[in-house]
């Protein structure tokens, strides 16, 4: 019961990862801050993780939009004036060669996967240095250590991530700050669903690969136990684990599996 009490802010928690945590912290009676566009969504979530903890918190933002991001912070931040944990978590994936992508599309990938997590971060530092404490928990992907076909811009957005938290754990600079950056692989959640494709329309397909990934409590369980454990970067994969080792060990067998699987994907 790590998170007894604890005040636990997530982002994208009206799908996938971000509503199995709110459900797996609501079991452990954390005071909840869930944050997404789809208020039904939340709401659902809300009152089925009310049956479990008695705090649980609703602030609806569009995390793509810096002033709205912004706002979410003090308002997360004004439920409890209180934060613990911080689950920087949503995201939106992508579908379409790099060849073909428009220019907005990188963008809107940037936008929700990078800017989003750096504006929450750099808006709660303050908060956090006043408060002594916290520990900023960053979802990346597996796509943040590799490339892979159909997913440039969701890749380079994660490389940044991966580059801008990393650079935190070095730097260290506010005192009782923990950062944990989380990497997975294919996790069973519907986020191909609403991954963009190269004019920006959702690809509205639950990809078969996505629905073969780790299940999304198996998941959630090893993020949990990792931010209790304040490890600074874990990977939760299968075959991706194996097809990162290869591509430290033999670059060129990785260009060649990749291409296979992920072009045929
Ligand atoms: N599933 C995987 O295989 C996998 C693998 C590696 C990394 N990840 C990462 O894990 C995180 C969660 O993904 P998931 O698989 O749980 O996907 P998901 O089920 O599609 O959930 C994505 C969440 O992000 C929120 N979101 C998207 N755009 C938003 C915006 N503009 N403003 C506010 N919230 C927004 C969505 O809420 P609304 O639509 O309601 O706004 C939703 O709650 C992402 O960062 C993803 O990159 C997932």
New binding site residues.
């Given amino acids: 019961m790590h998170f007894k009490n604890k005040v636990v802010w997530i982002?994208?928690?009206?799908?996938?990862?971000?509503?199995e945590l709110a459900w797996q912290l609501a079991a452990q009676n954390a005071k909840l801050i869930l944050?997404?566009?789809?208020e039904a969504?939340?709401i659902n979530i809300q009152k089925k993780c009310l049956e479990q903890t008695s705090f649980c918190k609703i602030v609806i933002?569009?995390?793509?939009k810096q002033n709205e991001t912004e706002i979410a912070v003090v308002n997360a931040w004004e439920q409890f004036q209180k934060i613990d944990v911080v689950f920087l978590?949503?995201?939106?994936?992508q579908r379409s060669l790099a060849f073909e992508t428009q220019m907005e599309v990188y963008r809107a990938l940037m936008e929700?996967?990078f800017f989003?997590p750096v504006i929450i971060t750099q808006k709660l530092f303050p908060f956090f240095e006043k408060q002594g404490s916290g520990h900023i928990v960053a979802?990346?992907?597996?796509?943040g250590l590799m490339g892979f076909p159909y997913r440039s811009g969701y890749a380079a957005a994660?490389h940044a991530l991966m580059g801008y938290f990393e650079t935190l754990q070095t730097e260290n600079a506010v005192a009782g700050v923990d950062y944990t950056i989380i990497s997975?692989?294919?996790?069973n959640?519907?986020?191909s669903a609403?991954a963009l494709t190269k004019d920006g329309t959702p690809h509205l397909r639950n990809d078969v690969g996505?629905i073969n990934?780790i299940p999304v409590e198996e998941c959630v369980t090893k993020i949990l136990n990792a931010v209790e454990n304040k490890k600074k970067h874990i990977i939760i994969a299968r075959g991706e684990y194996w097809l990162w080792v290869i591509k430290w060990f033999a670059p060129q067998l990785f260009y060649k599996i990749a291409h296979k699987k992920g072009m045929n994907n």
């Fill in positions: 982002t994208g928690a009206s799908s996938g990862i971000g509503a944050t997404a566009r789809n969504a939340l933002s569009d995390l793509s978590n949503a995201g939106v994936t929700i996967n989003a979802i990346s992907s597996m796509a994660k997975p692989g294919r996790i959640t519907p986020i609403s996505q990934g």
